[in-house]
């Protein structure tokens, strides 16, 4: 049977890609950062997973105002790279397990969710930015869930915590032996419009951290206007880290923790393991 | 105002052909769409806190400022009142003062 062997959170930006693509990760203010994720790619390979969910959300690259899905799973064999006004960045296609997507598609259906299912789509900064760094080789084959922090109504963190555990559920019921390791993206801190622009959070992001780890039912009951008013309107993609953490068993631990305050963001990682029986 | 024809436009120039025919002359780009005349000015102007205030997501008028060669931070200036080298000071200010919050990877 399928297992959830580690979970991780991290930050997704258009300023890791700059820094990876101008080649500034040995860089002074970059380097701690890009360390931190090499360090995190070291420690998710040793797990040997066979397979990724990334739950991240798209920035008006793949989705549009005249449908935008509240979550959705992509079923498709591999992934092209958005172009997000600069090219698109120069990676190989992205390969996915579309047997065990289409089975997470269905069972999270019957367990209760109205996902979008997607044939296709283009991967943007979302997904791009941190999965690079995660797996430098594209050895491990991914899966992407997006979930709507763009256009109102946005999903209550509470419901992106039960996909999550929705998600979760899935997994487990895959028959055949699979290891699986549950991305979240997005955040933590930062504020990209009004005047307010560039602003940093980091007590909250700390205490974000702290909660994640030692109370992340709590945060599920925070709104998305708490965390919009607590770490900047546009971190409020910290759900994406509810609904990786959530979709863990009850006994992850909280093996890695990073945070770092940068320029327009505060960059985080955390990667938590599930003991394995 | 809504702001779905803008929206529209903006999100046109995912397509490398449409920025380089929007660069080369912007007015007769944003004038192949179902603009108002508000809007319309506001990105003759490059109002980026207006167009904010309008309504207009952050993450299309960053693909307006790939095609026009206007960083996030120029946007982000803007949007503050502040020339880029103060915002830049501003920023760096805001990192030291920061900078005991870091949490080393363990």
Redesign the interface.
Known sequence: MAKIIAGIGCSHA?SIAHAYDHRLVEEP?WK?LF??FK??SQWLLRQKPDVLIVLYND???QY??DAWPTFTIGVAAEYQI??????PRTFPIVPSHQKFAQHLAIQIVENGFDLTVSQRMVLDHGFLSPMPLLDPEWAVPIIPMTINV?QPPLPTPKRCWELGEALGKAILGFPEDLRAVVIGTGGLSHQ????N????Y??W??KF?QLLEEAPRELASYRMEDFARLGGD?SIEIVQWLAMRAALLSAAKME?????????M?YG?AGFRVPEV | MSTYEISRMLYSLRDPMNRETCRTNPEVYYRHFDLDETELQFLLDRSWQNLVDAGVSIYLLTKLGATLNVDLLEIGASMRGMSREEFLLLVKEQGERNQKYTIPLA
């Open positions: 258009p203010p701690p360390t931190a360090q995190t920035h008006v690259d549009f105002f958005a172009d997000e006004g600069w090219g763009v990209l419009t009004g005047p622009f560039g602003t940093v980091p007590e992001d700390r951290l546009h890695l923790r990073f945070y770092y305050p940068y320029g327009l505060g990682i």
